[in-house]
Structures are given as structure tokens and as C-alpha cells.
């Protein structure tokens, strides 16, 4: 706590929350400041507060399956999804503001882009996207942050979900062959990483909607960028794809079932 402790050393809400410095960190570039660059700002800022929180459970949530725990995991896998529900909940603010309003601050933005958030990009890699094209996105934003660095130079999650499986001497097809009963934690846990992938795509999908919304499917973003275009092409990124296709295997060795008649 130590500099926020302020006068006879009484800790209270405001110094205990630093809340002087916080309140102060929202600083409109336009210029009359435009009515609505408070809410942009604020809603950003608040992604990168939770995109700290996410890497933190991610830490959690990595350490606990390289120890073959799934008790451990399944419990911070619950806290990282309510985490990711929140982030793509907030974009629900900014579509409040019309493409008209936007435009009359946006030229102010500069070369900022939402592309340059290295604790979204760190999500990224730590979740499990090393493919060719995502790593050359990385490169041509110049040399790796530290923090997108370390979460490379760990094992993506669904490796580690895969030897945690192995570890209890079994394989994902048996996990769900024999229903999940026999092994409710590891099935719970297969289960809560698919519910964190499609939390992750609902929030890129909110995320191609409010950018079309606001300036158009074919606009260029800040900053340079595509825009609409390049988000669209992220909607199909998989962080565990052995997820999905042990269900293709399941359904292709299970008899179909007559409807009902």
C-alpha cells in the first residue's frame, strides 16, 4: 500500500483505490474535448484494467494444469470466463455513440489502434494462437513487448490441458465417450475451456459489430489498420481446436438415432 497512505497513515477508500491518480488518467485529446471522448476513453481503459485481471487468472489457470490439477483449474477457468462475459459486455456502451459524434474526434486519435494493446495480444498467445500469420502481425508491430514474449515462452493452454489428460491416463476421446461421469473434473474442464473460446469469439464477434456499426464494414481503423476487415478474419481463430474435432470423431463412431416418427 505504502504511497497511497496518506496524512495519519489511515487507509481509506479513496487512497486505498489511488483514487486522485485515477480519476485524473482520462485525458480527451480533442480539442474543444468532444462530449463523448470520456466514454471512449473510459471503456478502453477499463478493457486493459480487465485484461490485466485475465492474464493474472491465465497465470493461475497455467500453473494449475501443468500440475495436473483440475480441481485447481476448473475453479479459475469459472473466474476467467465471468472475466471475459464482463469485457465483451462493456462494448455494449460504445454503442451508444453514432458514427457522426465518432467522427468528430476520431482524427484526433492519431496512430493509436486497439491492434497495439500488447495485454490483448499477450491474452492472444497465452490462450494459444502461434500460427504463422498471428506471429507476423506481432512482427510488424516492431520487437516482441514483454509480456507478449512470456506468454509465448509458455506452453499454450490446450497443450497443457492435453498432458494434464494424459496425467489421469486417459484420452480426450474417452473423456467424453464414457459421458464425463468417470472423470467429471477433467470433462468439467474440457468443457469450461470450449465455454472460454466461445466467450473469446463472442467478444471479437461484438467487437466486427461495434467497429461496423460506428464507421462502416469497409472503413480502414485508427492507427492505419483494416478496420472491420481484419477483425472479421479473427471471428474463426481456434484456441483449441482437439476440442471441437473430438466431437466430429464422436458423432462419426456413434450410430445415428430415427427421430421420432
Known sequence: MGDSVQGDGA???GTY???????TLQRPVSSPAHADELLFIVVHQAS???????????DRLIDALAAADPA????GLGRLNALV?????QLSAL?????QRFAEFRGYLGTSSGSQSEQFRAIEAASGLRDPHFLRVLEEHGPLPAVVARALARPALQTLFEGLVAAHGLTLDAVYREGGDAHTPVFLLAEGLLEYEQGFARWRFLHVQLVERIIGPATGGTGGTLGARYLQRTIGQRFFPDLWAVRT???????????PT
Request: no cysteine; hydrophobic share 50%.
Open 72 to 75: 485447481t483449474a476448473l475453479a
Open 85 to 89: 462475459r464482463i469485457v465483451a459486455d
Open 11 to 13: 487507509l481509506t477508500y
Open 17 to 23: 483505490l489511488a483514487l486522485e491518480e485515477l480519476l
Open 95 to 99: 454503442e451508444t455513440l453514432p458514427p
Open 48 to 58: 486493459e484494467l480487465w485484461f490485466k485481471v485475465i492474464l493474472h487468472e491465465l
Open 249 to 259: 470423431r464422436l458423432y462419426a463412431g456413434t450410430p445415428s438415432t430415427p427421430g
